[in-house]
């Protein structure tokens, strides 16, 4: 499966395709013509596929390597000064060409690094973990954490090609098949009722088997279209966050060692819709289709989090601009809208905890 992100000169092809990483070169080609590539992975993704794909590239090309640390806290400045000097020392130009192979810290640390060194080097990538291929590789939001919230420094900074491969997903532990799946489901409640109705009429990721890239495509052709309507998050994109704002303050609140990302947006959506509904917001028996089909992928929809502690944390979220915050609610299944409000939407009668 082939589709294209429309973005005048920022345009940029997406390859959806089993076996895909062995044979990347021909891809590759087709958007670069220098003769330099600097490819940064993590120490779980790269022995699986980094030493593969480098003796492909460089049978075409002069290639150098970094393999940083997996997980979350290496997604912050902290990493940056490494990357910066190992760039240097390849004498990386503008002309040369970054590849991000791994998951959604990896592309959004790599893309940030891509985006900052030399004031923008082109970047390729190859997204190793459902989420990053459902949704993070594509839309060219990159960033970095830091301790006073997630993504709070970063750029618009669009790859020149994403290379999807769903058979990497063979090698994924089954937590992060579950981290990926809150935002396949999020894509069924915001835009796709159909993608909604497939997954709550099967028993989880495995039982999809044959499927698996179909969905795939189909949430990458749904956030593709709406990028390309709003490429900067100022309107129609927001819709991209339902659930994100409760999520960020949860990974926050627990300094990223407790729910994953995909976790804590299983829980965002599940707990936001909850309030909606009570609020009027939201028709009645939303939440509870939430809930079932989180339940059916093995994600959490709660997590003990005191509604007040949630509050203070969302008051940092960079979505809350002067107090006021623009949260994204569901219609119905299927259908989200932009609603504008502030922190006290999340004050309660009933609701203590989420």
């Not at 000169?9 to 891809?27: A, E, F, G, M, R």
């Not at 709406?226 to 994109?237: L, M, Y």
């Amino acid at each position: 499966m082939e589709l294209h992100v429309a973005l005048g000169k920022d345009s940029y092809p997406i390859q959806i395709q089993n076996t895909l990483l062995s044979k990347v070169t021909p891809y590759i080609e087709e958007i670069f013509s220098g003769k330099r590539i600097f490819l940064i992975s993590d120490d779980n993704v790269f022995p699986l596929y980094g030493p593969a794909l480098l003796a492909s590239l460089e049978e075409r090309y002069r290639c150098h390597h970094l393999v940083l640390k997996s997980g979350e806290p290496t997604k912050s400045f902290e990493s940056l000064p490494g990357i910066y000097a190992q760039l240097a020392k390849a004498k990386m130009t503008r002309s040369d060409l970054i590849i991000a192979l791994g998951g959604g810290v990896i592309g959004d640390l790599v893309g940030f690094a891509a985006s900052s060194y030399l004031r923008g080097v082109p970047f390729v990538q190859i997204p190793t973990s459902l989420l990053a291929q459902v949704d993070s590789s594509v839309g060219g939001k990159v960033a970095i954490d830091i301790p006073e919230g997630k993504n709070l420094v970063g750029a618009f900074y669009q790859p020149k090609l994403v290379l999807i491969d769903p058979d990497t997903l063979l090698t994924l532990p089954e937590k992060y098949l579950g981290d990926g799946m809150g935002e396949v489901i999020k894509y069924g409640l915001i835009r796709e009722p159909q993608l909604f109705e497939t997954l709550r009429n099967h028993q989880g990721f495995h039982d999809l088997k044959g499927l698996q890239t179909e969905i795939i495509g189909n949430c990458v052709d749904c956030k593709r279209k709406i990028v390309e309507k709003d490429p900067f998050d100022k309107g129609e994109r927001m819709l991209l966050n339902f659930g994100h704002t409760l999520a960020h303050a949860i990974e926050q609140y627990y300094d990223y060692k407790r729910e994953s990302h995909g976790e804590a947006v299983a829980i965002g959506m599940y707990q936001i819709t909850r309030l909606a509904e009570e609020k009027g917001l939201s028709p009645k028996g939303s939440a509870a289709a939430i809930k079932e089909v989180l339940l059916r992928y093995g994600l959490p929809y709660e997590c003990g989090l005191p509604l007040e502690e949630l509050i203070a944390t969302i008051g940092l979220d960079k979505k809350n601009l002067n107090n006021a915050l623009n949260l994204i609610l569901l219609k119905d299944i299927g259908e989200a809208y932009i609603y504008p409000t502030d922190v006290n939407f999340f004050i309660s009668d009933t609701i203590k905890t989420i």
